[in-house]
């Protein structure tokens, strides 16, 4: 599931939120202010955006508590970083995930 840059960031700022609260509903403020809180400057309205797209996506959840709508992500960290690595693995490396793993130990220097 290919995500940008600022889609990763509104995942990472969901996980980080829901991490320490698992019941807790996350609105766009929140989003906002704990992208801020890393040095992340955006108006509300690019990360409402954002969000709705990756609501589209169906990445994140979003549903309606009286007046105000929350979002919640439809799978965690691992589960993201699996399915990336597993497309990533399917694009580049015909699902040669050998392959892929000696490029990564080479561009990184992983191997002594």
Request: hydrophobic content about 40%; aromatic content about 10%.
């Given at each position: 599931?290919?995500?940008?840059?600022?889609?990763?960031?509104?995942?990472?700022?969901?996980?980080?939120?829901?991490?320490?609260?698992?019941?807790?509903?996350?609105?766009?403020?929140?989003?906002v202010?704990?992208?801020?809180?890393?040095?992340?400057?955006?108006?509300?309205?690019?990360?409402?955006?954002?969000?709705?797209?990756?609501?589209?996506?169906?990445?994140?959840?979003?549903?309606?508590?009286?007046?105000?709508?929350?979002?919640?992500?439809?799978?965690?960290?691992?589960?993201?970083?699996?399915?990336?690595?597993?497309?990533?693995g399917?694009?580049?490396?015909?699902?040669?995930?050998?392959?892929?793993?000696?490029?990564?130990?080479?561009?990184?220097?992983?191997?002594?």
């Amino acid at each position: 599931m290919a995500c940008g840059k600022l889609e990763i960031d509104i995942l990472n700022s969901i996980w980080d939120l829901t991490s320490n609260n698992d019941g807790k509903d996350i609105s766009i403020q929140d989003v906002v202010e704990n992208l801020s809180s890393n040095g992340i400057k955006r108006a509300y309205t690019t990360i409402k955006t954002v969000m709705d797209r990756l609501t589209t996506k169906s990445i994140l959840v979003r549903y309606k508590v009286g007046k105000k709508f929350f979002y919640s992500a439809t799978m965690d960290r691992e589960e993201m970083a699996r399915d990336s690595i597993k497309e990533i693995g399917e694009q580049f490396f015909k699902n040669d995930y050998i392959d892929m793993i000696r490029f990564i130990e080479d561009q990184f220097n992983l191997v002594k």
